[in-house]
């Protein structure tokens, strides 16, 4: 079975990147030394600092393998290739809530780099497949947790 492509914005992919490393060099080796000191303590049986260090350890790896395939099988959205025209990933939409009254902002990201308290919503989120081919000054009706609300597009931008 093929893995699942990983949709990422150029930024996306550098904050990956940069994860991955800091694991690899800089945790790795926090991570060694601490285990180091914990096993200089004696007995490991009942050495809590010495388990707490093996359970941080099996995380770091595990998150070096998730972070490694996921750039295995990254896609760089283009920032070339997006429109002004229709929101697409990478997009930045400035949307008007017309029930709160309210303005705001998201870009449509892949999942793996959404970030709904930060404005960054997954193409794959409900109101980010809404959003998903949709010009200026369209009104959108979307279904929500809380129950259908309406938008229209206010601005689209790389």
Avoid: C, W
Avoid at 40 to 63: C, H, P, T, V
Avoid at 101 to 114: H, P, Q
Wanted: aromatic fraction near 4%; charge should be negative; glycine fraction near 6%.
């Amino acid at each position: 079975m093929a893995d699942k492509k990983v949709v990422l914005t150029y930024d996306g992919l550098k904050k990956m990147e940069e994860e991955l490393e800091n694991l690899k060099i800089v945790k790795r080796k926090e991570i060694a030394e601490k285990i180091k000191e914990a096993r200089g303590q004696g007995d490991l049986s009942e050495n809590a600092e010495y388990d707490s260090a093996k359970e941080e350890q099996a995380e770091i790896e595990a998150r070096i393998v998730v972070l490694e395939k996921m750039l295995r099988n990254a896609e760089v959205i283009d920032d070339e290739e997006l429109s002004h025209d229709k929101v697409g990933l990478g997009s930045t939409v400035e949307l008007y809530d017309v029930e709160f009254d309210e303005t705001m902002i998201y870009t449509i990201v892949g999942s793996a780099e959404a970030d709904p308290m930060n404005g960054r919503i997954s193409n794959e989120s409900p109101v980010g497949m809404a959003l998903l081919g949709h010009t200026n000054g369209e009104k959108i009706k979307i279904d929500t947790p809380d129950g259908e609300a309406v938008f229209e597009v206010k601005s689209i931008r790389k």
